[in-house]
Every structure is written in C-alpha cells, then in structure tokens.
C-alpha cells in the first residue's frame, strides 16, 4: 500500500501584510489511492484538532507521495 506524506496549511498575514504559509500538522498516511489518502488526512486532522471541518484550522492539504531523492517541500 502506498503512503502520502500530508500537510495542512494556513496562509496568514504578518503585520505589514505580507502572507506566510504556516503549516498546520504534517504527517504520513498510508491508502489504496490519492483520493483515499485525502479521506484519511482529513479525518486524523479533525480527530488530532478535536473538530469536524478541517478547514477551521487549514486553507489547504497537500499530498505527495515519498520519492527516494525527495527533496524539501515547495511553496
């Protein structure tokens, strides 16, 4: 089975009004497919924040799968 490698982003503004990506939670999910990866993403982020929409805490998701040369995350 594959795994994904999560992340939940915020985008937030600094005081001169510039935005940031400010990651929420980043963890690894293992599914069947990208789809079911999101599924499972969601529902451990809303049972890590105590919530039922992840969106309260998050503008985003995003899913990769893992590579052998994996390089840092893009922004």
């Known amino acids: ?10 985008t937030v503004c600094d005081d001169t009004g510039h935005e940031h990506r400010a990651c929420q939670a980043a963890f690894k ?7 079911a990866a999101a599924q499972l993403a969601e529902a451990d982020f809303c049972r890590q924040k105590g919530i039922r929409d992840w969106t309260i805490f998050a503008d985003s998701m995003e ?7 994996a390089t840092a995350w893009g922004g």
């Open 29 to 35: 999910v293992d599914a069947a497919s990208l789809s």
């Open 63 to 69: 899913l990769r799968m893992p590579s052998a040369s």
């Open 1 to 10: 089975m594959p795994s994904f490698d999560v992340r939940f982003i915020k």
